[in-house]
């Protein structure tokens, strides 16, 4: 390798360094000005989804279920209805992230809010919010997390509606609600899975289920520490999973401006705000699924019944992200073997474009519309 080529990588490298600085320090400061622009008006972490649904049907612990607050959606109404499950380690302001963009801007191709979306569609949307882990949570696993929260939710939602809605849960949240589905075919209609792991070793998910497994005790160890896995131990596992990833958006958000920019900090400002999970769902996630993989050899259980994706019979929609690096689409795609109401959407973007794209609307949302 000549000298001046090598100079010249040595510059590339700094030049890529400082962009990435700088796209950090933008984001801070604009995150920094927003939240003091909002104030306290909002209740951290449900962005404007509690405004758009005020109506409280139930709750428990910090656990909340939220539907829209005009009248007559119930009952007799031929207006489909679908409950949206988020994960567990985020919050719920993912399906309305940017709750403060002008009015009548989520016809825009970019998308900004699924709850505006579905309800600007004819689709009455219903929202669980799982809140914060509360010190009466603390044993909690998945198990009540399904039995305790998702289900009596899910029969609150038909009570109000006179009929079952269709569930859709996304990432982790799909989980949960296959395992509902499975559990209680007869509170939900239709069941929605958006970038649902399934096999956690298709993909390249063998190798991050090792990595896990290697540093294992570090988890044990904050487990012991807090009593849960914190935010920032979880982020540090996504960073540790992808570092060049991270540092490419940030070198690509110093160039970005107008709605794009506005884009990027509402995503990570939902990132950056976090839920710690319980220990038992971190052992049951992390140890569970990602290294003996549970799931896919129907050895996960609730209820004390495996739960076996092939046993559903709803209608199932399946949307995958073809460039999903977080849950890789043959994962997700194991969902629909032996599944006979299976029908697949692939979008071209990653995980968190099925919330946040340019295309979200006519790739994933209007499909989902049609198919509700």
């Known amino acids: 390798m000549s000298a001046q080529l090598l100079q010249q990588m040595q510059r590339q490298s700094?030049?890529?360094?400082?962009?990435?600085?700088?796209?950090?320090?933008?984001?801070?400061?604009?995150?920094?000005?927003?939240?003091?622009?909002?104030?306290?008006?909002?209740?951290?972490?449900?962005?404007?989804?509690?405004?758009?649904?005020?109506?409280?049907?139930?709750q428990s612990h910090d656990m909340r279920l939220l539907a829209p607050a005009e009248q007559g959606v119930q009952g007799g109404s031929h207006r489909p209805a679908v409950l949206i499950v988020p994960s567990l380690v985020n919050r719920a302001g993912i399906f309305d992230l940017q709750s403060d963009a002008p009015e009548g801007s989520t016809g825009d191709p970019g998308g900004k809010s699924f709850i505006a979306f579905l309800q600007?569609?004819?689709?009455?949307?219903?929202?669980?919010?799982?809140?914060?882990p509360q010190p009466a949570q603390a044993d909690w696993g998945l198990d009540a997390y399904v039995q305790q929260g998702l289900l009596p939710a899910l029969a609150a939602a038909g009570q109000w509606l006179?009929?079952?809605?269709?569930?859709?849960?996304?990432?982790?949240?799909?989980?949960?609600?296959?395992?509902?589905?499975?559990?209680?075919?007869?509170?939900?209609?239709?069941?929605?899975?958006?970038?649902t792991p399934w096999n956690f070793h298709g993909g390249d998910g063998l190798k991050y289920g090792q990595q896990v497994q290697a540093i294992w005790p570090w988890i044990e160890d904050q487990l012991a520490r807090h009593h849960q896995l914190p935010t920032a131990a979880l982020q540090l596992m996504l960073?540790?999973?992808?570092?060049?990833?991270?540092?490419?958006?940030?070198?690509?958000?110093?160039q970005l401006d107008g709605q794009a920019w506005q884009d990027f900090v509402a995503v990570e400002d939902w990132l950056n705000d976090g839920v710690p999970l319980t220990a038992p769902v971190a052992r049951e996630t992390l140890q569970g699924w990602f290294?003996?993989?549970?799931?896919?050899?129907?050895?996960?259980?609730?209820?004390?019944?495996?739960?076996?994706?092939?046993?559903?019979t709803h209608p199932l929609l399946l949307v995958v992200a073809a460039r999903d690096k977080l849950v890789p689409p043959a994962s997700a795609l194991s969902l629909a073997d032996d599944q006979r109401n299976a029908k697949i959407l692939m979008a071209n973007t990653g995980h968190?474009?099925?919330?946040?794209s340019r295309q979200v609307i006519p790739q994933v949302w209007?499909?989902?519309?049609?198919?509700l």
């Not at 395992?179 to 069941?191: E, M, Q, W």
């Not at 968190?352 to 946040?356: D, N, T, V, Y």
């Open 14 to 58: 700094v030049d890529q360094m400082q962009q990435v600085a700088q796209g950090y320090q933008r984001y801070r400061q604009a995150s920094q000005q927003k939240r003091q622009q909002r104030g306290s008006s909002q209740k951290a972490g449900n962005g404007g989804a509690a405004a758009k649904l005020a109506r409280l049907l139930w």
């Open 120 to 132: 600007q569609a004819g689709v009455t949307p219903l929202l669980l919010d799982w809140g914060v």
């Open 162 to 195: 006179g009929r079952p809605p269709a569930l859709l849960g996304y990432c982790m949240g799909g989980n949960l609600a296959l395992a509902a589905a499975l559990l209680a075919p007869a509170l939900l209609s239709r069941l929605i899975l958006l970038a």
């Open 239 to 254: 960073l540790a999973r992808d570092p060049m990833a991270v540092m490419d958006k940030f070198r690509r958000a110093s």
């Open 291 to 312: 290294v003996q993989n549970q799931p896919a050899i129907g050895q996960w259980q609730i209820a004390e019944r495996p739960m076996v994706a092939a046993h559903l």
């Open 352 to 356: 968190l474009g099925l919330m946040a």
């Open 366 to 371: 209007q499909p989902i519309v049609d198919w």
